[in-house]
């Protein structure tokens, strides 16, 4: 079988510096900023999978730093980014 049937992979993500929250002030008595700096991050994922015949197999790994950060969305929605995770893909071709 050799090597033919490997497949390997690899990706990064950047997001750089942004705010989160909300900055609108009207009807608020005081002059203060609502909004939450946040850091840039990096995440990144490595794969590897092997197909023989018909059987597949394919191994993920997310995020392998680990890195802790956040997602921001509108308004008030900041959401963490997903943890290290470990994902398995076992396949039969009929």
């Known amino acids: 079988?050799?090597?033919?049937?490997?497949?390997?992979g690899?990706?990064?993500f950047y997001?750089?510096?942004r705010l989160g929250g909300?900055?609108?002030t009207v009807g608020q008595a005081g002059n203060y900023s609502?909004?939450?700096?946040?850091s840039g991050f990096t995440t990144v994922d490595l794969s590897a999978g092997y197909t023989y015949?018909?059987?597949s197999i394919l191994a993920k790994?997310?995020?392998i730093t680990n890195a802790l950060n956040y997602l921001v969305h509108d308004r008030y929605s900041i959401n963490p980014i997903p943890p290290r995770q470990f994902l398995t893909?076992?396949?039969?071709?009929f």
Do not use: E
Request: proline residues 3%.
């Open 1 to 8: 079988p050799g090597l033919r049937g490997l497949k390997v």
């Open 10 to 12: 690899a990706s990064a």
């Open 15 to 17: 997001t750089g510096q």
């Open 22 to 24: 909300n900055n609108n």
């Open 34 to 38: 609502r909004l939450i700096s946040l």
């Open 53 to 55: 015949q018909r059987f």
């Open 61 to 63: 790994v997310s995020n």
């Open 89 to 93: 893909t076992v396949g039969y071709r």
